[in-house]
């Protein structure tokens, strides 16, 4: 069972450079969602999708771009990448309701 | 709003301890509650999950119970192992939310 996958597990970028990053989920969830994990922060939400075509803004969305063309792919775009973005990435997806989030395994990403 | 708040970590113990990691609550109406698992270089698994007031989660040994009264869900384990070394999650979800609020974390560890 695949679940939801991420890819790269690790990316070193430029201050300015721009990078995706890919998550796709083989379970048909509706939701999927993009997390940022920092030191003593816990998750914070980027942004969320419910279903294809349909974003939204989370917590922290200020520079990252997103898009829902499939049910399987969330890519989340960085397009001037700042040290400020260097934390470890979290695609989540589930089902409709109280069903919990299936997490991918993170991306490291570190901007200099 | 809603928001989760948990017992400030780091926790360590020796093994076959007995553990009790805080969380409370705050939200309106009856919240799904969840504890999650992040084991060293992964992403957060499900651990157990509550529903509704007074039931208890469970697994792994690990149980939580839905206290609406006191808008808590503490993780207790009876006899901890080596392997239960981990950051724990407390997190809640609202009926017909896609969105989890999760709390800050707790870095478990467990020595020999």
């Known amino acids: 069972n695949a679940g939801v996958t991420q890819t790269p597990k690790f990316q070193v970028l430029k201050t300015g450079q721009s990078m995706t990053l890919q998550c796709a989920q083989d379970?048909?969830?509706?939701?999927m969602s993009w997390y940022r994990q920092d030191p003593g922060m816990g998750l914070r939400l980027i942004h969320y999708s419910v279903g294809a075509g349909i974003t939204d803004q989370g917590e922290v969305p200020n520079g990252y771009n997103v898009s829902r063309s499939t049910t399987e792919d969330f890519p989340l775009r960085l397009l001037s990448a700042a040290p400020s973005q260097t934390s470890v990435y979290f695609c989540?997806?589930?089902?409709?309701?109280?069903?919990?989030?299936?997490f991918g395994n993170g991306t490291r990403l570190t901007v200099t | 709003g809603n928001s989760v708040t948990q017992m400030e970590g780091p926790v360590t113990l020796s093994e076959e301890a007995f553990l009790t990691i805080n969380c409370t609550y705050t939200?309106?109406?009856?919240?799904?509650l969840f504890w999650y698992v992040q084991y060293p270089g992964e992403g957060l698994q499900l651990l157990l999950k509550?529903?509704?007031?007074?039931d208890k989660g469970s697994n792994k040994g690990f149980e939580a119970t839905y206290r609406k009264e006191t808008t808590s869900f503490h993780l207790e384990k009876g006899s901890v192992q080596v392997s239960d070394s981990a950051v724990y999650f407390c997190a809640l979800s609202k009926e017909g939310a896609q969105k989890l609020v999760f709390g800050q974390g707790t870095r478990l560890t467990i020595n020999p």
């Open positions: 939200a309106t109406g009856y919240p799904s």
């Open positions: 509550a529903t509704k007031a007074d």
């Open positions: 379970m048909n969830h509706e939701y």
């Open positions: 989540a997806s589930k089902d409709r309701g109280r069903s919990p989030l299936h």
